[in-house]
């Protein structure tokens, strides 16, 4: 077993859900609803820091998923619970997941309101799973989306993530990371993330080096010593201009006279733009032009834009606690609400109110259209019902379902469906991508969104629309029970 | 094996570290260094949010020094690395902690600037773990701290975990939980947690039971002859006020008819204050005074306080995203650093200077006392050099180590030492507390400190002196640097 699956499924997480999930389940069971399948879909509210988010935790809900099952201990401690009765203990013991997930492909482009998970399955299986399910994907998209914003902001620099330390828990750095790669950074820290997932790690010495050593200089000659062909010194430990740059120079000289060039230095406190300027003259003025000059020190998107408009001679990124927790936004809205039920083999779209507007959800058994311009663009996302179609050849009009004076009538697209199929009657059919090819679709998502979307003040919101047939369920529903 | 040693001994996580560690740890080994050992401190800088902290992360911190190795599969990912040479991977093959940890317990009230851990270790063994016992300790402890906030502003309120479907993965929601509870929640929906920990779980039902059936009073009225014993109902599917409650209350009647009391309401959306007084009066006209009602819907502490202030009629508070996420500062300052190491025998303290004077480290193997009035009330905490002694009976001069003019003389007090061991020798010499031990003594805890410290505006801030040995042998190394 490789070491992704062995950690994956090192864990049974069926009990990790809300007790309501059960008390639910339980309900519907002494209610003869058993068999009952429902619809639900996983959508985000809007989020205040970006107009996207990008897709993440799609693996770890196929490993959950793959390995969901109660054991005899967890029915134990069920029991020992009394709240339910011994034909929904036993019931328990053969539960495994016999329906149907749709989800878009981690590294998708998303917009709040679109069902990013479409979930079809006995109604006790489907309300099981929610908890996990957004638990993993709230999660990893929330971090996926910061170091897209991230990866922006540094433009076509070095972004490496460096917050295992300050991450909520082990998950958290461990598929943190992965999520901060998908998202567009380089390299990361955790060793244990590079293993799994194939994916670079990077990282040098910290000051306890610098420390352990009688002095600066000596620390510096030793990792040179060490490390000649990676020889990149943290110069920050007493003082950055006065000790740590001449002493880095001194070292780097050394090393060339064996025949080595330095990869460069790192900063990780006091002014970086200062710094960085008054580093770089010396670095040059000594000729190591090709040094590098990375940073670290509670960056983040807003941060590094800053410091680039300032000129900051900073190419490397160290990014660590503000990307791994999502410092200015911790948790991703995502919510997970039924959509339709199917009785006897007849499908009722479901609907939950609210005094907002956009609170209101979207009823049926749904995909999502993306819709493209001939440049490649993405113009707009339309939810419809599952068996509507596009028709590319003719002109279509949109809406937006809120304001729907707002038309706009495209013609010459190309119209993509989100959705694919993961599980199908419980069997999983998807074959999960690896990190290269998950990184490069993502890529080619960001690249298909205009830069008006991106920007982290005040961007163009994106346009998601309901198809007329849609729109016009939606709305006799609402009616519906507005008249009631 | 029960469930809590199973899901934390499930991963070896000793590849969970940032690759710096192992080239440090390359390095010391190929300069001859690996015999020497090291001490490093464990401490926070302060929290924008909160005065002091709580101490949790202990536990899994013990899994893992347990667990600690490297398998075949690691060693041949690290050679695949192309930094480290042959004589280091047969290294690690055999390495494992051998070393002393002495750690404050779980549920200790803690402050900026003191060790909360201590370890004293062969300096690659002390570097390894740096990364991973940082992540435990540092999100475990922000939850922890968190929870204490929202306990102090529900005062003697019901406080229920509710927030797993928003933590940062699937430990960040297990630990989390636990973290609460230490805190001072009285129970989580995190089933998992409740199994693993023994730790009361709770939760009843989501809208989506409600749209599940024809209309809200099918719905309660399922649900009470479900649960007739536990009959709370969440009245917010459609209309709080004029269908949730009437329709609760038509419910309530039925299910007294029958011989059973129910437990109340939840109420998850809409101005609380507003509807709990309004659902108040319907609840207590109908004649169900005794019918609870709860609140969820993006709590914390300053919310609580609010609703509490503006007499919301609320007694029993379910707290979801913004304690297990710690949504006002989703990470813990905490760092690791150097603070002596020791060379044949000999031990040489360790200092790290900064422009800020607050982030200068404090030298040497050190203990941290703590300092009690006459009424059992926490004074201040004295960082002393390990082989010091307080005496009780005699007079005792404390002062501040940036401000030394602030003195305070102590007579009639009590000293606690709060760092105990855990590993000596690299043997658990410790017994892990269960989690009703943990809560006990964090309550008392949280008893010993004066009100004035758990404001969450401006709180006043808690003495950490040193000793005058500690203070003198700390200038002393700031001379000698100054000087140099």
Known sequence: ????????????????????????????????????????????????????????????????????????????????????????????????????????????????????????????????????????????????????????????????EFGLRRAQGADAGIYGARSAIIGGCDSTSNVLTGQMFDIPVCGTHSHSWVMSFPDEVSAFRAYAEVFPHACLLLVDTFDTLRSGVPNAIKVFNELRAKGYEPLGIRLDSGDLAYLSKRARIMLDEAGFHNATICASSDLDETVIRDLKIQGACISSWGVGTQLITSGDNPALGGVYKLSAEIVDGVTHPRIKLSDSAFKVTTPGYKKIVRLYDRSGKATADLIMLADETVDETKPLTIFDPLQTYKRLTLTNFKARELLVPIFVDGELVYKLPDMHEICAYAKTEIESLWDEYKRSMNPHIYKVDLSDRLYALKQSMIDEYVKA
Chains 1, 2 share one sequence.
Do not use: C, W
Not at 84 to 105: A, C, H, Q, W
Not at 126 to 149: D, G, Y
């Open 1 to 160: 077993m490789d070491r992704r699956t062995e950690i994956l499924s090192a864990r049974n997480l069926t009990m990790m859900t809300d007790l309501y999930q059960l008390t639910m389940m339980y309900g519907y069971f002494k209610k003869g609803m058993a068999k009952n399948e429902a619809v639900f879909d996983m959508f985000f509210r809007p989020l205040k820091t970006s107009s996207y988010a990008m897709m993440a935790g799609l693996e770890n809900l196929v490993y959950y998923i793959q390995n969901l099952h109660f054991t005899q201990d967890d029915v134990a401690y069920l029991r020992s619970l009394n709240l339910f009765d011994e034909d929904f203990l036993e019931n328990l013991k053969t539960l495994k997941f016999t329906g149907e997930i749709y989800s878009v492909p981690e590294g998708t482009v998303v917009f709040p309101g679109e069902p990013l998970i479409r979930v079809k399955a006995p109604i006790m299986q489907a309300q099981l799973i929610e908890t996990a399910l957004l638990t993993f994907v709230n999660h990893q998209t929330l971090i996926a989306t910061k170091a897209s914003k991230v990866r922006y902001a540094a433009g076509s620099d070095t972004v490496m």
